[in-house]
T-cell receptor, first 114, second 111 residues
Framework: DPKIIQKPKYLVAVTGSEKILICEQY?????MYWYRQSAKKPLEFMFSYSYQKLMDNQTASSRFQPQSSKKNHLDLQITALKPDDSATYFCASSQDHSANSDYTFGSGTRLLVI | GDQVEQSPSALSLHEGTDSALRCNFTTTMRSVQWFRQNSRGSLISLFY????TKENGRLKSAFDSKERRYSTLHIRDAQLEDSGTYFCAAGNNNAGAKLTFGGGTRLTVRP
């Protein structure tokens, strides 16, 4: 059974629209994250949360807003979508929010903005 | 910022051979994690190390415990199912819980 569920697996969106990427983890972890993998680039850190509080934000644009309704949920709302937002978005979690943590990644949401 | 340099960027192996992948860090890192990304795009964790070495079957990873500036992943007796892209990612106390990823090694194992 997948320990981190990301929905949807694939998403096509029109430029200017808004989408929400869903992430739920069933590992009992206290920290959750979002990473982005664009074509021909390493995975890039976007956000980290610990006990539903934002800990770190390295996303330049306010169009990306994480939302944590429950401890094991961290959704990602993206507004005013642009073609450059096309990427695979990975959710991850770890037991604690520290550099010593072992991460588990979800299978990703592949977003295409046309 | 912190950088993770991964080498080689691509590697082709015959079945049954051995090889090693390497990650160099531009600064001292606290931990390293190795992942394999399969053809469906899923990231599978292989090893997490805060120091020393770990082994799992034909895979073995080491993290330089002294200066904490590099890590290696050894693949022994490569099999077709080992094909994929391997990423290392490192954590640094100065960067919170953020992992910095290397650019990946695309491994192809041929019969």
């Amino acid at each position: 059974d997948p320990k981190i569920i990301q929905k949807p697996k694939y998403l096509v969106a029109v430029t200017g629209s808004e989408k929400i990427l869903i992430c739920e983890q069933y590992l009992g972890h206290n920290a959750m994250y979002w990473y982005r993998q664009s074509a021909k680039k390493p995975l890039e850190f976007m956000f980290s949360y610990s006990y539903q509080k934002l800990m770190d934000n390295q996303t330049a644009s306010s169009r990306f807003q994480p939302q944590s309704s429950k401890k094991n949920h961290l959704d990602l709302q993206i507004t005013a979508l642009k073609p450059d937002d096309s990427a695979t978005y990975f959710c991850a979690s770890s037991q604690d929010h520290s550099a010593n943590s072992d991460y588990t990644f979800g299978s990703g949401t592949r977003l295409l903005v046309i | 910022g912190d950088q993770v340099e991964q080498s080689p960027s691509a590697l082709s192996l015959h079945e049954g051979t051995d090889s090693a992948l390497r990650c160099n860090f531009t600064t001292t890192m606290r931990s390293v994690q190795w992942f394999r990304q399969n053809s469906r795009g899923s990231l599978i964790s292989l090893f997490y190390l805060a120091s020393g070495t770990k082994e799992n079957g034909r895979l073995k990873s080491a993290f330089d415990s002294k200066e904490r500036r590099y890590s290696t992943l050894h693949i022994r007796d490569a099999q077709l199912e080992d094909s994929g892209t391997y990423f290392c990612a490192a954590g640094n106390n100065n960067a919170g819980a953020k992992l910095t990823f290397g650019g990946g090694t695309r491994l192809t194992v041929r019969p």
